[in-house]
């Protein structure tokens, strides 16, 4: 995209906002269906932002799939209950008023003798037209889905479903190769040995490799459900703090460790524990089977869940491509400021006014401190005694991309520290074992920062002054223009920039700047 030499001085290297443009309005409410081998949903998204909320988002497991190998036909109790699904979904999006709705269908309805009578009793009953995509174009679009929340995904995507499994390769913030094979563990229920299905599993990872223009991926991105309730039983295993599966990442040697473990538990209990569905659980077993066979194959160092997968990718296909290339990031928290901050556009100022105390942090954590500042002040309506914890856990749990679990924390404590000077029993001390020391200062560092700064936020920005740290010496001065300049720095800043300067290890310094 281009930016004009003004935008670019005003915004810096992120550009002028979009959400509220021309690009984003056409992807207000945008409807998804997807009818998969084992579930059929519907998801609506509010998709103005770079990173999507999700305005509405319901989820039916059907098991379209299940005995689809031996009789070569969709399951006549799925069909039932995806039909009826289906009917509901078509109505709701009605009412929702969705600018755009695309009903797409994977493998098994493509796979199955029946599918096209399907199709044709689906468009008669609800007025949906499915959209039948083959594995390679179910592996583009969920390798997008995974661009959509990680614009510089470098490696390997797999995508499990009830009946298939999809690999494409991602790199330069684009889909490479991409192939498609029958792996998914409604497949593979109807092989009843283990040896049979591990010589199945071999076979089809040695064709689908044969495609792919590396023979292994330093990262390895998971999405599917069946992924995801392996990575709950590994956060389960480990009892890992944060609940939140996207960016959750894995070694190898934790997945050996949670496969025994899976296979040594009881899967109902496993299933409560965790919070996963017994029709989920029960394809479990195979599914790790699967991911065992493809983490030797591949051998990743490190294996990473998404959230975002074919449905996100739809949405991505409708992104122009000035849209695709922001930080969803940033753009979401743009979006955040504009909708609930007190004074929209002030996370700029304040940013600029913060900016000299991390001179020598590197752009991805000038980033995260933008981030921070942007949403300084959209939690404002909360109780002022609760403020800085729902702040934490707003943060800590949003649906944002391109944050790692250890930045969300980050985040999270920034945002407590705007509204709290101590940490000491607040939610933070469970996911302290996240962020390590240094960025734990550093977070609080900002967070304090963005409390004294907010106290010239109901001003104009000019009477700020500018904060200039001398770490050699120690001292953090505070440049303050005279006049009405001098008259905001009441007591309460003077605390809070005493509380700062604590903060650095420095002493606080205050000069008058009087005009000539």
């Known amino acids: ?245 996207h960016e959750y990442t894995m070694t190898q040697k934790d997945l050996r460790a949670t496969f025994d473990y899976i296979a040594a538990a009881d899967p109902v209990e496993l299933g409560r524990a965790t919070g996963t569905s017994q029709a989920r659980m029960s394809l479990v077993p195979l599914a790790s089977e699967v991911l065992s066979r493809v ?59 913060i900016a000299p105390l991390f001179s020598r942090a590197n752009d991805q954590r000038l980033r995260l401190i933008r981030a921070c500042c942007l949403l300084h002040d959209v939690s404002w309506r909360a109780h002022p005694d609760y403020r800085a914890e729902i702040c934490f856990d707003n943060a800590t749990r949003a649906n944002l991309g391109g944050l790692t679990h250890s930045e969300r924390v980050y985040l999270g404590l920034a945002l407590l520290h705007r509204y709290r000077n101590k940490r000491e029993g607040t939610p933070f001390e469970a996911l302290a074992p996240l962020l390590d020391e240094d960025d734990t200062r550093q977070a609080e560092v900002v967070g304090k920062a963005m409390r004294f700064g907010a106290m010239f936020s109901a001003q104009d920005p000019s009477l700020m002054g500018q904060l200039k740290l001398y770490p050699k010496k120690r001292e953090l001065e505070l440049q303050l223009p005279g006049g009405d300049g001098e008259a905001l720095y009441g007591e309460v800043a003077e605390a809070r920039f005493r509380s700062l300067a604590a903060s650095l290890a420095a002493d606080p310094k205050v000069r008058v700047i009087k005009s000539s």
């Open 1 to 245: 995209m281009t930016t004009s030499g003004d935008e670019q001085e005003e915004f810096g290297r992120f550009g002028a906002p979009l959400f509220d443009g021309p690009e984003a309005r056409g992807l207000r409410r945008v409807g998804v269906i997807d009818v998969g081998s084992n579930s059929v949903r519907l998801v609506v998204f509010d998709g103005a932002a770079r990173s999507p909320a999700y305005f509405y988002n319901e989820k039916i497991l059907c098991g379209l799939g299940a005995g689809l190998a031996e009789t070569g036909m969709l399951n006549a109790k799925g069909r039932d209950r995806a039909m009826a699904a289906l009917k509901r979904f078509a109505i709701l999006a009605r009412g929702m008023e969705v600018n755009s709705l695309t009903a797409v269908a994977t493998a098994a309805v493509r796979e199955a003798t029946d599918g096209p009578a399907f199709e044709a009793e689906v468009r008669e009953a609800t007025g949906l037209r499915l959209w039948v995509i083959d594995g390679t174009e179910e592996a583009r679009l969920s390798g997008q889905g995974v661009l959509l929340g990680w614009p510089e995904a470098e490696g390997l995507m797999c995508d499990i479903g009830g009946s298939s499994m999809e690999l494409s390769e991602l790199s330069g913030g684009a889909v490479g190769a991409t192939v498609s094979g029958k792996l998914g563990p409604l497949k593979l229920q109807g092989l009843e040995s283990k040896a049979a299905r591990r010589d199945e599993i071999a076979a089809g990872l040695t064709g689908m490799k044969a495609v792919l223009s590396r023979e292994h991926y330093d990262r390895l991105y998971l999405v599917g459900g069946s992924w995801r309730a392996i990575a709950r039983v590994d956060m389960e295993r480990r009892d890992y703090p944060l609940h939140v599966l």
């Open 295 to 353: 983490v030797k194959t591949f051998r990743p160092k490190e294996i990473a869940v998404s959230s975002y997968g074919i449905r996100e990718g739809l949405l991505y296909e409708q992104m122009p491509e000035i849209l695709r290339a922001r930080d969803p990031l940033i753009e979401s928290c743009r979006a955040s400021e504009a909708a609930s901050a007190r004074l929209p556009g002030f996370g700029r100022v304040l940013y600029r006014f």
